[in-house]
């Protein structure tokens, strides 16, 4: 993780799958080409025409339209695909229309002048790290003292070194995937009444959740894989809606308790508010492990039409292994007797290896955007792998 934080002395290499990638049709919106595929008679996504390819990205502000219209047929715009906007290095602003209802991993990944957007309120699905490397991460004022990052009512990242019990802000209407993963310091999480989804994967390994507080009559929905690796998870439900959790298809899937209380300031003892004068839990400015720096990649996205994007910083050396993909992961070549560290977007480690001959073959977890550092080196290598 903290090798992570030293990325002002190294080169990065991204090396994108890249696809060509067809659209239904294209628009301009205020000077800007946006494009759209048709997802049902009534609707069309927001896509990337060529992932990293070449074409003309948009910069600015940006206002996406609630509808558009293509040969007679007017749409809704609902949804922002998976790295729609990847690499829109020059954009500073969005604003996202009333309506959309999804927006797709790693959808604004390294838009790093992106300090800004407006996000609806008719939003049931954020995808994981669909934030990721932007400046709106990047700035440590966005992050509360609690080590949270919301984007207006909706909570997108907690730390992973931050308290042990969080309390969900009230009028969150949503969780973004991965909002929570490997955050194995967190023990309890209350939820508020007005959540309405929980992403995908959004708990997964955490490892010492065992207490999960909901204060909703409603059950959120709850996307795929939510709570993988946890052990021993209490689901506590208000008081008169056991039934009604009990009815849902996920949720009936956990162990449910009633809860009669009104949630409070600690989910395990709500006899128990915060106690200011409590040593235990001050809130002091001074001490490094209240505030840490938030998970993210301090990197100036270069704009570039290549496939291989070099980031040099400080005339730092060149990575010494190169990289190859496969189905089941990558092949890290000239690894020989090297010690190989491969860290997720999040900057959680996920493998470590040391290379016993000339290549040596990495199983990865899920698809995703992964950093491979040789210790010993100022070099990363930074693949996207699918």
């Known amino acids: 993780m903290h090798a992570m934080k030293r990325c002002s002395t190294i080169i990065m290499l991204l090396a994108v799958a890249l696809t060509a990638r067809a659209f239904d049709f294209s628009q301009s919106v205020n000077g800007t080409t946006l494009y759209f595929n048709i997802t049902s008679s009534t609707t069309v996504s927001v896509t990337n025409p060529e992932w990293g390819g070449a074409y003309t990205r948009p910069t600015g502000q940006l206002t996406v339209p609630a509808t558009v219209t293509n040969d007679g047929t007017t749409y809704n715009v609902t949804a922002i695909e998976s790295r729609a906007f990847f690499l829109c290095t020059g954009l500073t602003h969005v604003s996202l229309p009333e309506g959309l209802t999804t927006i797709g991993s790693l959808a604004f990944l390294g838009c790093g002048s992106l300090a800004d957007i407006d996000l609806p309120t008719t939003l049931t699905n954020i995808e994981s790290q669909a934030f990721n490397g932007t400046a709106l991460l990047m700035d440590n004022n966005n992050w509360s003292a609690e080590g949270s990052f919301y984007l207006d009512d909706y909570l997108i990242m907690v730390r992973t070194s931050t308290t042990d019990s969080v309390v969900v802000r009230d009028g969150t209407r949503g969780i ?80 449910l308790e009633e809860r009669c209380d009104d949630g409070g300031n600690n989910p395990e003892d709500p006899e128990d508010p915060e106690d200011p004068e409590d040593p235990e839990d001050p809130e002091d400015p001074e001490d490094p492990g209240h505030n840490p720096s938030p998970i993210v990649w301090p990197i100036e996205w270069p704009e570039t039409e290549d496939v291989i994007i070099s980031v040099g910083i400080d005339e730092a050396e060149e990575s010494p292994i190169t990289l190859a993909t496969t189905h089941d992961g990558i092949v890290v070549s000239g690894s020989a007797g090297r010690h190989i560290r491969i860290y997720d977007s999040l900057g959680h480690l996920v493998a470590e290896t040391k290379g016993t001959s000339e290549s040596v073959m990495i199983t990865l977890p899920s698809p995703g955007v992964y950093i491979i550092h040789t210790p010993g080196t100022k070099a990363r290598k930074i693949i996207y792998w699918k």
């Open 176 to 255: 973004a995937g991965m909002a929570f993963y490997t955050c194995a310091s967190i023990d309890s999480v209350v939820l508020p009444a007005t959540i309405q989804f929980i992403g995908t994967m959004a708990f997964a390994d955490c490892t010492n959740l065992r207490f999960l507080r909901l204060l909703g009559s409603v059950p959120p929905a709850v996307g795929a894989g939510c709570f993988d690796n946890t052990v021993e998870l209490t689901v506590a439900v208000p008081c008169g809606h056991l039934s009604t959790y009990q009815a849902s298809p996920y949720w009936n899937t956990q162990t």
